[in-house]
């Protein structure tokens, strides 16, 4: 898979990441994975659930993929929540 079928979902509104799937589907695409990390992960959700039961028809969620990725950062190692929401066309 091209890295321009993967949304990354960041502090945008969702309407502008929904805008990306959409553009991805329509123009051939057959599956598109949305990502996101931390806080995104909520806009990530809505971006997938607004994207299909708005704009989208023949597509469905053909994977959730969540994980935890140990980030350095000024105060030491953290831990950040990530999603991936892999969309495939059914045409």
Not at 28 to 55: Q, Y
């Amino acid at each position: 898979m091209e890295d321009d079928n993967i949304v990354f979902v960041g502090n945008k509104p969702v309407m502008n990441y929904v805008l990306a799937v959409v553009t991805q589907f329509n123009n051939g695409a057959s599956e598109v994975i949305v990502k996101a990390r931390g806080r995104a992960i909520s806009r990530a959700v809505d971006t997938t659930e607004i994207a299909l039961n708005r704009f989208l028809q023949n597509v469905e969620k053909k994977s959730i993929f969540t994980s935890t990725e140990a980030v350095d950062t000024e105060s030491g190692k953290t831990h950040v929540s990530s999603i991936e929401i892999t969309l495939i066309s059914r045409k």
